[in-house]
């Protein structure tokens, strides 16, 4: 089983990024998939979570002022973070995580996570 993540770059502030993340080797519909960040000389804290099965979402942090999108797409077994209107303290690696089963909204962890992708915002 693997997760690749994966839309990582450097924007300006203001700017967006969509950042994407396949799974393999998972029956995609019994996934909570979750994204993370960590900015530099902080601690990782989560900022999305989405139930697979009925796309319900979840929000955290700053994630909560509107400016993050969490979605699905089935047939590809892929969940994205879109990022709008970005600012520079949104920079970290980000990275996708998932757990087969009901993680959302819990006090539990994923159990399997990706490999990050680097998001830098210039002020």
């Known amino acids: 089983v693997q997760l690749q993540a994966s839309g990582g770059g450097l924007v300006q502030a203001g700017g967006s990024l969509r950042l994407s993340c396949t799974t393999f080797?998972?029956?995609?519909?019994?996934?909570?998939m979750a994204w993370f960040r960590q900015a530099p000389g902080k601690e990782r804290e989560e900022v999305s979570c989405?139930?697979?099965?009925?796309?319900?979402?979840?929000y955290y942090g700053e994630a909560r002022e509107g400016r993050f999108t969490v979605s699905s797409d089935n047939a590809r077994n892929t969940v994205y973070l879109q990022m709008n209107s970005l600012k520079p303290e949104d920079t970290g690696v980000y990275y996708c995580?998932?757990?087969?089963?009901?993680?959302?909204?819990?006090?539990?962890?994923?159990?399997?996570w990706g490999q990050g992708t680097l998001v830098t915002i210039s002020s």
């Open positions: 995580a998932a757990k087969s089963g009901r993680y959302c909204s819990t006090y539990g962890y994923p159990d399997y």
């Open positions: 080797g998972f029956i995609f519909d019994d996934l909570d």
């Open positions: 989405i139930r697979i099965s009925d796309r319900r979402t979840y």
